[in-house]
């Protein structure tokens, strides 16, 4: 039951406070309820030990000094001599608080009041004894209708000599209680501003600002970076001096590629056309294609590419005769065009790479193509004026197949040599 009650007021103390107004302070004409829990030590009689005490005062703040409140308190002692006896306490007593500092949220307070002590002792008559008290305690507000007390008091029977302890902590709820006064308006007489902008209308050069525009001194908008188009217009607003700028004062960008002139090394870009950070067409591949042009993005460093970036390469298709490398009079002519392909792109080497179908061993079709390879290599360097060391002989044999084996046609395509500019010449 008691746990039942303290999660009950608990839960109170919170509500009110996340509803309570910021005001905290000690309020005159104002009910209080204060449910406690504590000690009670039994300084003058030997016979009881120190106990729990719970206790519920209603007060009443008279002034937001002065108050009163009745408090009773439950005291749950037992003997400390011989079988163990319940003995039930219970303190009623009437006090008088005397508040400091009433308007802080921290209100200290002296207290004193009379009452009386029951202890009833069960087996046993119950003892009543006429009791004063003196003590301090403390108001903690946390909003204007919760706060923290804390309380010590000295309770003592003139009658007997009886001098015992209470000392509680608990929950301080206020009801009502007057309301500051509002405090009197004070009227101020400020130049007119007609638009709202901080600068009086006698100041202000600029009239009709729009509403929460920043404003210079003489109530003008203000254009920070000086390119002609006020801030709260201006979209760019850290644009460079002397920068040509639109209406939104942002850079101009003449070809659309994302980089301002002022910025762009290649102010004529095609529309569309991917740029670096200078404005420039991107050659990812570094091939001096652009990649707007290059139909091989891909093409490997320092490979020789035509005009579209891709490798240079000249296929001769040309038929040898079965295990023959030797080169047919009919294909004269083609070897005529595989001489201006290499005098017609300086590079330094050119790779001759012969290639055979899949009929036969593979090490063996390896040698094949690798005398196919340099018979043609030997008969451009016989023939016409190129250096034979400009040209190196590789075959491949049936590893790079153009069509399909299975088929005749097939594999007369597959039978051929490539010529192609070469920046790194495969292993033998």
């Known amino acids: 039951m008691k746990n039942w009650l303290w999660g009950a007021l608990t839960i109170t103390a919170l509500f009110l406070l ?120 403390l108001k903690w507000f946390l909003s204007e209708a ?115 002139d002022y910025l762009d090394q290649c102010p004529s870009t095609p529309k569309g056309a991917p740029v670096d950070a200078k404005g420039c067409p991107k050659d990812s591949d570094g091939d001096g294609v652009f990649d707007y042009l290059d139909q091989c993005p891909d093409t490997g460093k320092g490979i020789m590419v035509d005009e579209r970036g891709c490798e240079l390469t000249f296929t001769l298709q040309i038929e040898f005769d079965v295990n023959q490398s030797d080169i047919r009079p009919e294909y004269h002519g083609k070897l005529a065009e595989a001489a201006a392909f290499i005098e017609r792109y300086p590079a330094p080497q050119f790779l001759v790479v012969g290639h055979t179908d899949s009929t036969g061993a593979a090490e063996y079709n390896k040698q094949l193509s690798q005398r196919r390879a340099e018979s043609v290599r030997q008969y451009l360097a016989d023939n016409f004026d190129i250096d034979a060391n400009k040209l190196i002989a590789r075959g491949l044999g049936e590893e790079q197949p153009v069509a399909d084996n299975a088929t005749a046609v097939g594999r007369q395509q597959n039978r051929r040599v490539d010529i192609t500019c070469c920046a790194v010449v495969p292993p033998e």
């Not at 108050?67 to 079988?83: F, H, Q, S």
């Open 146 to 260: 919760v706060a923290l007390r804390g309380d010590v008091r000295h309770v003592f029977a003139p009658e007997e000599p009886n001098s015992n302890l209470i000392y509680t902590a608990g929950l301080l709820f206020q009801f009502g209680g007057e309301k500051d006064a509002a405090p009197a308006p004070v009227v101020v007489l400020v130049p007119k501003d007609s638009d709202g902008d901080g600068v009086v209308d006698a100041n202000d050069r600029c009239p009709n600002t729009p509403p929460n525009v920043i404003v210079d001194a003489l109530g003008c908008p203000k254009d920070s970076d000086g390119d002609g188009v006020v801030d709260y217009l201006d979209k760019c607003p850290n644009t460079p001096a002397n920068v040509r700028v639109n209406a939104q004062g942002c850079p101009e960008d003449a070809d659309q590629d994302g980089v301002p």
């Open 18 to 137: 996340t509803t309570g107004s910021a005001v905290a302070e000690n309020k005159a004409k104002a009910l209080t309820l204060s449910p406690m829990v504590g000690g009670y030590m039994f300084e003058g009689n030997q016979d009881l030990d120190d106990s729990l005490t719970y206790g519920l005062g209603i007060g009443y703040n008279m002034t937001k000094n002065w108050g009163i409140e009745l408090m009773v308190n439950y005291i749950d002692a037992e003997t400390d001599e011989g079988p163990a006896i319940d003995v039930d306490g219970y303190l009623s007593r009437l006090d008088g608080l005397y508040h400091f500092m009433p308007d802080s949220s921290l209100v200290p307070y002296l207290a004193a009041g009379m009452g009386v002590i029951t202890l009833d002792p069960s087996p046993g008559p119950g003892v009543d004894d006429f009791a004063l008290n003196y003590g301090v305690g």
